[in-house]
């Protein structure tokens, strides 16, 4: 018996220092309807969402496109890299990436991070054993995950997603069986 994680890093936001209410831009909103007309095409059981509203309101279209309301999953927000804003965002996160264990003033670690998202995937795979589930969340804890699971996905995987990316993983039990992309902004139509 096979379980399907549709992880999805949001869409395109518009910047606000709001982590949870930021929104998506006018893009994000449109590529959040190519995300629900590639999603509808699946056998889908369930919706499960970061809080954060980026994340919902990419997920949002599908959720309603199969009657669900969306599951909050605090577990799968995005990792907090620091309590204040980083000088150099590229050598703050390409430093974390390097020591799984070091973390920035306020932040979290990759492995704290990557331990959060793994503990809610685990109890995902348990709870829709054999279902089909679409999950709402971002670029870094998403590959944090894919990456406890299979080490190729790592910094240099994660600086080339797309902003919306769909990533099928294919589980049986809690091993992972198979990673497929499903779709991403860079591929244009679906």
Not at 93 to 116: C, D, P, T
Not at 134 to 153: E, P, W
């Amino acid at each position: 018996m096979f379980t399907h994680l549709y992880f999805v890093r949001h869409a395109h936001s518009a910047y606000t220092p709001d982590e949870y209410g930021r929104p998506l831009s006018e893009r994000g909103q449109a590529d959040a309807k190519k995300v629900t007309a590639i999603l509808e095409k699946e056998k889908l059981d369930a919706v499960i969402s970061s809080p954060y509203k980026r994340a919902v309101q990419t997920v949002e279209g599908i959720a309603a496109c199969i009657g669900k309301e969306i599951a909050i999953e605090p577990a799968f927000r995005e990792r907090k890299l620091s309590a204040k804003p980083v000088t150099n965002f590229d050598q703050a996160i390409e430093k974390v990436w390097r020591n799984f264990r070091f973390s920035w003033e306020g932040g979290e670690s990759n492995l704290a991070a990557q331990e959060r998202g793994v503990q809610a995937t685990l109890q995902v795979l348990e709870k829709y054993a054999g279902q089909n589930i679409v999950i709402g969340t971002h670029g870094n804890l998403m590959v944090l995950i894919m990456n406890y699971f299979d080490k190729r996905f790592d910094f240099h995987f994660w600086r080339a997603l797309d902003m919306p990316d769909i990533y099928r993983l294919t589980f049986q039990c809690t091993s992972l069986k198979g990673v497929k992309r499903i779709w991403h902004r860079s591929s244009g139509g679906f």
